[in-house]
């Protein structure tokens, strides 16, 4: 996973982004390896140009999931459910916390500007008011082109189990006309 970090953090500099926000769940597990099931709630990935892992926000009804899923990064929680030590109650509130604190304020943060709706950006806008909002919604996209060796190895296992799961339906079903 270091190396999509990486790749991202470079098409960052290259853009002049401070900070990127994600909130597409495929761009989430992309990022964090988190995938919440359930996409009830808001959740976000957060890469900075300083910060050596990705940061997954989302809310503390996820603790328990989030902590017990595979992946490098820091989780922070929004909201309030049994035992949770939130960052802020709500998600605008913790972002203002994670990303409008002060070597970003006034940065480009990147987000996905074709994904995200207008009463969110404008929530995003209002968490982080003095900031520039620059779509990366392509930029991501380029980055997953190229695929780190957990992608490829994972695809070869699930190749091998559709394989299987082929072989083992061959001849039990009949086609009649």
Request: glycine share 8%; with cysteine.
């Amino acid at each position: 996973m270091s190396s999509r970090v990486t790749r991202l953090k470079a098409s960052m500099a290259r853009e002049g982004i401070s900070v990127m926000v994600l909130c597409k769940p495929e761009h989430i597990c992309y990022l964090t390896g988190f995938n919440a099931t359930i996409w009830s709630h808001p959740a976000f990935a957060i890469l900075t140009e300083n910060g050596a892992k990705p940061i997954l926000l989302a809310n503390a009804l996820r603790k328990h999931k989030a902590e017990n899923t595979p992946g490098v990064r820091i989780n922070h929680f929004y909201g309030h459910w049994f035992g949770a030590e939130p960052t802020a109650p709500t998600w605008p509130e913790a972002l203002q916390i994670l990303v409008g604190h002060g070597s970003h304020t006034g940065k480009r943060i990147g987000i996905e500007r074709r994904f995200i709706s207008l009463d969110f950006y404008d929530a995003l806008t209002s968490a982080l008011p003095d900031s520039i909002f620059v779509g990366v919604d392509d930029l991501v996209q380029k980055c997953r082109i190229v695929k780190d060796e957990d992608e490829i190895a994972n695809a070869r296992i699930a190749a091998q189990i559709a394989g299987a799961g082929l072989a083992a339906a061959k001849g039990t079903r009949s086609c009649r006309r």
